[in-house]
Structures are given as structure tokens and as C-alpha cells.
């Protein structure tokens, strides 16, 4: 039943990994999101897919890399770990900006 | 300089005040305003969203937009525990999709 789905809700991982966060939403919407929230709680986003196309890069290290297989899924590859990229990232669709939804996010630890 | 500022609190009132809820903005082309309501450990949901300049109600929360002054309000009456949370703006500009957020004020209502 959940609409955007997000795994794994935590990952603690030693700098210098590789680890990808999966993404799945059911809602039927065209866009897809990933958004980085900082210890501030700052929201930004990463990057935006739309029907598997990539639309928005935002200044991110090549690091990330962001694959859409279909439109219903949004995947993010982190190659390299670094201790600044503990955060939460959270998945996120929408068919238009009053429907955003947000999954529950993906806490990520960097030792 | 953020495109979206907000005072991060954090702040506190007794069950039943008003709480105020405020961000001030840069970009003279955002027009779509929305507010999120952030419970701990989970993603964003959205509250409120309006268009343009004016006033939207919906029960307890009222949400006012002046463009003129880039200057957007939360207000919350009736306050409960349960509106405990992190309150983010965000907003948008026609023709994107993507939301600039606000750092979010964590609010606590004590019974």
C-alpha cells in the first residue's frame, strides 16, 4: 500500500563504499525525485527523472549516479562513500507540484 | 544566500496558542507555495499549497502568501501535541518541478 518505497531505511557503511538506495513508487506519477536532507534539515534536491529521463542534475559530485530503469522506479548509486554524505535522502513522485509525495527516507551513516 | 529563508526555531508554546510560521524568499518567480509538516523519522506530507498572493484555510491552518513583500505565513490555531513536528516551505516557479525548501522550524506543543 505504501506509495513511494524506499530501501533500506538505515545504512551505516566504511568511507570508500559503494552502496545503492532502491526506489518505487505505485502511484502512476511521471516524475521522480531524489532529495538530500543535511543534520539541518535542510531539503535539496539531486536530481529529477521524468518517465525514466533525466531532467534536473543539480552540482552533485559524479559520485552519485541516479538509474531509472522505468518510470516507476528510482534508483541512486553512491560510488566512493565520504563522511559529507551522511544524510537522509529521501525518494519522492509527483505528477504535478500539489502531489508530491515523499517516502520515509533512507538514513545514511559514513564511518 | 539561501532562495528560501526560514527560522529554524526551535520553537515551543502550551497546547491551545497560535503559532506563526514564516519564510521570507529571493526568487521573484516563485508562484506556487506550500507548506509540509515533517514528523520525526518520516518523509515530508504536505499541508497546505496555494497559488499567487492571498489566504487559504483549511481547519486549523491558514496559509497566507505576500508576494509583494516575498513573505509567506503559517498560522496554526488551536495548537495540538499532536502538531508537534518540523514545518518546511517550500515553493516553485511555472514550468518547474522541482520545490525550493526552507530549513524547516521544529515546533513542539506541550500538553
Known amino acids: 500500500d505504501t506509495a513511494v518505497s524506499q530501501t533500506p531505511k538505515y545504512l551505516v557503511t566504511q568511507m570508500g563504499n559503494d552502496k545503492s538506495i532502491k526506489c518505487e513508487q505505485n502511484?502512476?506519477?511521471?516524475?521522480m525525485y531524489w532529495y538530500k536532507q543535511d543534520s539541518k534539515k535542510f531539503l535539496k534536491i539531486m536530481f529529477s527523472?521524468?518517465?525514466?529521463?533525466?531532467?534536473i542534475n543539480e552540482t552533485v559530485p559524479n559520485r552519485f549516479s541516479p538509474k531509472s530503469p522505468d518510470k516507476a522506479h528510482l534508483n541512486l548509486h553512491i560510488n566512493s562513500l565520504e563522511l559529507g554524505d551522511s544524510a537522509v535522502y529521501f525518494c519522492?513522485?509527483?505528477?504535478?507540484?500539489?502531489?508530491?509525495?515523499f517516502g520515509s527516507g533512507t538514513r545514511l551513516t559514513v564511518v | 544566500q539561501k532562495e528560501v529563508e526560514q527560522d529554524p526555531g526551535p520553537l515551543s508554546v502550551p497546547e491551545g496558542a497560535i503559532v506563526s510560521l514564516n519564510c521570507t524568499y529571493s526568487?521573484?518567480?516563485?508562484?506556487?507555495f506550500m507548506w509540509y509538516r515533517q514528523y520525526s523519522r518520516k518523509g515530508p506530507e504536505l499541508l497546505m499549497y496555494?497559488?499567487?498572493?492571498g489566504n487559504k484555510e483549511d481547519g486549523r491552518f491558514t496559509a497566507q502568501v505576500d508576494k509583494s513583500s516575498k513573505y509567506i505565513s503559517l498560522f496554526i490555531r488551536d495548537s495540538q501535541p499532536s502538531d508537534s513536528a518540523t514545518y518546511l516551505c517550500a515553493m516553485s516557479r511555472t514550468g518547474a518541478n522541482n520545490l525550493f525548501f526552507g530549513t524547516g522550524t521544529r515546533l513542539t506543543v506541550i500538553p
Open positions: 502511484l502512476g506519477h511521471d516524475t
Open positions: 496555494t497559488y499567487s498572493s
Open positions: 526568487n521573484s518567480a516563485f508562484q506556487y
Open positions: 519522492a513522485s509527483s505528477q504535478d507540484l500539489r502531489g508530491y509525495t
Open positions: 527523472y521524468n518517465n525514466k529521463e533525466l531532467i
